[in-house]
């Protein structure tokens, strides 16, 4: 597990492997994981994430939404899903974000207002939960073998890794959300 502070919160997170067997159960078990610690659970696909610095980004303006009353969704959760995806239609980021039923490659994560110590704790909550187990290094590696598709994803020409990484590409690209609102 990872710990990041930034301006006005914290996020633990790991890219890892999760088993679900009920999507129902799962959105109970996060919700349960997070309350009264955590602004939110998530636990999103990995493929379709380019970088720690794109969920790092995404969880730092999905709390300063809520702060400035900028937010395009009323849950934090689901605000935050449209800012890692760069996407500013629902449906279009749970079905480029959304985890299956089955065995997945996924991160988990837990973004708190209250700081680092909420973050952890209910990051711990939701891995016990679910009985995720981290993988380090999947996240970069996931990126790397899934440039194509991140370049598609998120409407990026080839072109342009001549002059940036994919890595600053997405996170210009999901920043253009923030600015959108």
């Known amino acids: 597990m990872r710990l990041k502070e930034f301006e006005h919160g914290a996020l633990a997170y790991a890219a890892g492997h999760a088993s679900i067997n009920c999507m129902d159960t799962t959105i109970k078990n996060l919700s349960a994981a997070g309350e009264g ?3 939110f659970v998530q636990l999103i696909a990995l493929k379709p994430l380019a970088s720690e610095s794109q969920l790092l980004q995404a969880a730092d ?19 935050f899903l449209l800012r890692v995806s760069g996407r500013k239609q629902l449906a279009a980021a749970l079905d480029l974000l959304q985890v299956r039923e089955g065995f997945n490659d996924c991160v988990l994560m837990a973004c708190a207002a209250g700081g680092p110590n909420a973050a952890k704790r209910a990051f711990q909550a939701a891995c016990k939960s679910l009985s995720f187990v981290e993988e380090p ?37 999901i920043a253009l959300v923030s600015l959108e609102s």
């Open 37 to 39: 610690l955590a602004s």
């Open 61 to 79: 303006q999905t709390i300063n939404a809520f702060l400035d009353k900028s937010n395009f969704v009323n849950q934090p959760g689901l605000e």
């Open 137 to 173: 290094g999947l996240l970069a590696e996931s990126a790397r073998r899934n440039q194509a598709f991140l370049l598609q994803a998120y409407g990026l020409n080839k072109d342009a890794l001549k002059v940036a990484s994919l890595e600053q590409l997405v996170n210009e690209k």
